[in-house]
């Protein structure tokens, strides 16, 4: 009985590499997306001072949190499977490298967030102060206003 032939070994590895790369290059723009959603949510707490909306933000960080989690666990199954299955552990390699570097700029990315909201904090309380020495000046004028105006009286 002759069927169609087989693709051979080589051809099915070749084949499931590029599919592999083709998921690997998806969960990376999945990533860009992540951290832009991210950044826009950041700046909209950020602008929502304040009256700070940080119930919403908790849960843009949960969210956050759980898609990179989600990512980084799905590039450490394409690594094993490059290193297993696939026979590439040269590819393996960038993935880990690709890995750590991710963790590191999404350590750097929390870091400037924090100093971030932390200068946003303090913008804050240096415009309550201002106003508070402004209605205080204004108040004094005022007294002034009334204590010249009764002795012309």
Known sequence: ????????LSTQTDEA???LLQRFYA???ERVETYRLFEEGHRAYLSS???YDF???RQLVHE???????????????QGRLRGELGRP??????????????????????ARIIRSIWALFIVSIRSCRLIKTIEAISEIL?????DSEEAE
């Open 143 to 147: 007294q002034d206003l009334k204590y």
């Open 49 to 51: 001072a304040p009256h």
């Open 17 to 19: 590499l590029r599919a």
């Open 90 to 111: 040269d590819l393996a390699q960038h993935l880990t490298r690709l890995q750590e570097r991710e963790q590191e700029k999404l350590q750097l990315r929390e870091a």
């Open 64 to 78: 956050v949190t759980a898609a990179f989690s989600g990512i980084s666990r799905e590039v450490l199954q394409l």
């Open 27 to 29: 969960l990376q723009g």
């Open 1 to 8: 009985c002759a069927g169609a032939p087989r693709p051979s």
């Open 55 to 57: 119930p919403r933000y």
